[in-house]
């Protein structure tokens, strides 16, 4: 009880003493004091469920590495769902569309660009062009002016990559 | 099959061969035998390839909308072809700074966003704008009610702007500021000052303190040094830009100042002697993102030798 009491206690301090002044820097960041509000929060969830924390030597910067990911986490998303709703209109299926189905969708889009974006960009293209555009390793290998053999061993890397990425221990 | 399955190198390295020759349309029947025993050999081998084509799956079963937006999602990569952006597209900033003065130094442990060496980030602020921010680079930004500013401490950036009529977007440096009135403009900041060069429309440019403030429009570039702001000659704007897709374009330069554009990539330290190497020019591309084999590009065509030494420090040195 203690250990996970303890975690709980410097958690409920950084909140009390900080939480107001977190807020205020993220709206400053934002320029919207409820989404500010709603990413404060999310802040000290982050760190209740990351088993909470010990006292940290300087709470605020601590509290602001936190946010700040979790801002380029938001902007990140809120690119993938813009973009995905722009192709919902350009293919006609945005009438079919519910906030859960954009947001599963913007997920896994999320997903899997993160998986994507470590790979050098050749390799990226030629994956890309192989499972997303169908073509196949002699096409592909045209089309970027290479080798089938060069395409067969990026599309290797491809899928150590994202292999690694999904099940590695990081 | 347990969550937690052994991650073996090797074992990871032929599943990924397998993987790509299943992916392949031309598998011969004796190819197909092979990979079934090297799978019955060791469960791990089975459930590794699995795994690793589940990955290539998740691609297969997106529809044709998803399909699509991945594919603009990638394009708009900044570390890809030059992001066009039909709904925004307003504004770009280029903006370089070399080392500063004390109290921007200060500041740099406490920027939003921060970028080692050879590491390059692409940041979608709150407004929809966009930040490249290239190697080695620290940036702050606030967006308020009135005003869009960011402030680059160090190194490099290039921003596409969101219109917003009601709040102005400036780009901040020791030198001075460059304020948005319309689409793309491109900032430069070394150690002596700030060069600003415009892609599209205009932009206005003021040195701290206030000195009569200059506007540019496309193609123009000017540099703001010791509090004044001076026209320069017509920019190479596509060549400016080559750093925002991983490489460093070079049209006859000095070695030297190569070489100190990629020390900016490369993680440990790179050695030359400036006088040794004076007078030597080259023309080429380089990749930024590989400073070693850009090292070897250079040491090819002008004949300069690449040293690593066991402490990990490169030197370029003249042999002659």
């Known amino acids: 009880v203690l250990e996970s009491a303890a975690p709980r206690e410097a958690l409920l301090t950084l909140y009390r003493d900080h939480h107001r002044w977190l807020h205020g820097w993220i709206r400053r960041k934002l320029g919207c004091s409820h989404r500010a509000a709603d990413l404060a929060q999310d802040t000290f969830c982050r760190l209740l469920e990351s088993g909470g924390t010990s006292h940290p030597r300087s709470p605020r910067s601590f509290?602001?590495?936190?946010?700040?990911?979790?801002?380029?986490?938001?902007?990140?998303?809120?690119?993938?769902?813009?973009?995905?709703?722009?192709?919902?209109?350009?293919?006609?299926?945005?009438?079919?569309?519910?906030?859960?189905r954009i947001a599963e969708g913007a997920q896994l889009l999320d997903e899997l660009l993160r998986l994507l974006a470590g790979l050098p960009v050749e390799v990226r293209d030629t994956f890309l062009l192989r499972r997303l555009d169908g073509l196949?390793?002699?096409?592909?290998?045209?089309?970027?002016?290479?080798?089938v053999r060069t395409v067969k061993r990026r599309i290797a890397q491809a899928y150590a990559h994202c292999y690694l990425l999904s099940y590695g221990v990081t | 099959m347990s969550d937690a399955l052994k991650i073996m190198p090797h074992v990871v390295r032929h599943a990924a061969e397998w993987a790509a020759l299943l992916d392949s349309d031309s598998i011969e029947p004796h190819q197909l035998a092979a990979c079934e025993a090297w799978c019955g050999e060791n469960e791990l081998h089975r459930s590794t390839l699995e795994r690793m084509r589940?990955?290539?799956?998740?691609?297969?079963?997106?529809?044709?909308?998803?399909?699509?937006?991945?594919?603009?999602?990638?394009?708009?990569?900044?570390?890809?072809?030059?992001?066009?952006?039909?709904?925004?597209?307003?504004?770009?900033?280029?903006?370089?700074?070399?080392?500063?003065?004390?109290?921007?130094?200060?500041?740099?442990?406490?920027?939003?966003?921060?970028?080692?060496?050879?590491?390059?980030?692409?940041?979608?602020?709150?407004?929809?704008?966009?930040?490249?921010?290239?190697?080695?680079?620290?940036?702050?930004?606030?967006?308020?009610?009135?005003?869009?500013?960011?402030?680059?401490?160090?190194?490099?950036?290039?921003?596409?702007?969101?219109?917003?009529?009601?709040?102005?977007?400036?780009?901040?440096?020791?030198?001075?500021?460059?304020?948005?009135?319309?689409?793309?403009?491109?900032?430069?900041?070394?150690?002596?000052?700030?060069?600003?060069?415009?892609?599209?429309?205009?932009?206005?440019?003021?040195?701290?303190?206030?000195?009569?403030?200059?506007?540019?429009?496309?193609?123009?570039?000017?540099?703001?040094?010791?509090?004044?702001?001076?026209?320069?000659?017509?920019?190479?704007?596509?060549?400016?830009?080559?750093?925002?897709?991983?490489w460093l374009e070079v049209d006859d330069e000095p070695v030297v100042e190569v070489l100190r554009e990629i020390a900016r990539y490369h993680s440990r330290p790179l050695h030359f002697d400036v006088t040794a190497l004076a007078g030597i020019r080259v023309t080429g591309s380089y990749p930024l993102e590989e400073p070693a084999r850009a090292l070897r590009a250079i040491a090819d065509t002008t004949g300069l030798q690449?040293?690593?030494?066991?402490?990990?420090?490169?030197?370029?040195s003249n042999p002659r």
């Not at chain 2, 206005?204 to 000195?211: E, G, V, Y």
């Not at chain 2, 403030?213 to 320069?232: D, Y």
């Not at chain 2, 690449?306 to 370029?316: I, K, L």
């Open chain 2, 54 to 246: 589940s990955v290539g799956a998740r691609l297969d079963n997106l529809d044709e909308t998803q399909r699509l937006a991945l594919r603009r999602l990638d394009e708009r990569d900044g570390t890809r072809r030059s992001p066009r952006r039909k709904s925004i597209a307003a504004l770009c900033v280029l903006v370089c700074a070399g080392s500063l003065g004390g109290f921007l130094v200060q500041h740099r442990q406490d920027a939003d966003y921060r970028t080692s060496p050879g590491e390059r980030m692409t940041v979608v602020l709150a407004d929809d704008s966009t930040l490249i921010i290239d190697s080695g680079s620290s940036v702050d930004t606030q967006l308020r009610d009135t005003t869009r500013t960011v402030t680059l401490l160090e190194g490099r950036l290039l921003a596409t702007v969101a219109p917003d009529p009601q709040r102005p977007f400036e780009v901040r440096t020791a030198d001075g500021t460059a304020t948005a009135l319309g689409t793309k403009f491109l900032v430069r900041h070394d150690d002596a000052g700030t060069s600003v060069v415009v892609v599209e429309s205009r932009v206005r440019l003021c040195a701290h303190p206030s000195t009569p403030c200059v506007e540019l429009g496309a193609g123009e570039q000017a540099r703001i040094e010791g509090g004044h702001v001076s026209r320069a000659q017509l920019a190479n704007v596509a060549k400016e830009l080559t750093w925002t897709r991983g």
């Open chain 2, 306 to 316: 690449v040293v690593n030494a066991t402490d990990g420090s490169v030197t370029v």
């Open chain 1, 63 to 100: 509290l602001v590495t936190v946010a700040r990911r979790l801002l380029i986490d938001e902007g990140r998303r809120r690119e993938v769902e813009r973009t995905y709703l722009d192709c919902c209109r350009h293919t006609g299926t945005i009438n079919e569309l519910t906030p859960e």
């Open chain 1, 136 to 147: 196949s390793h002699g096409e592909v290998a045209a089309h970027l002016g290479t080798s």
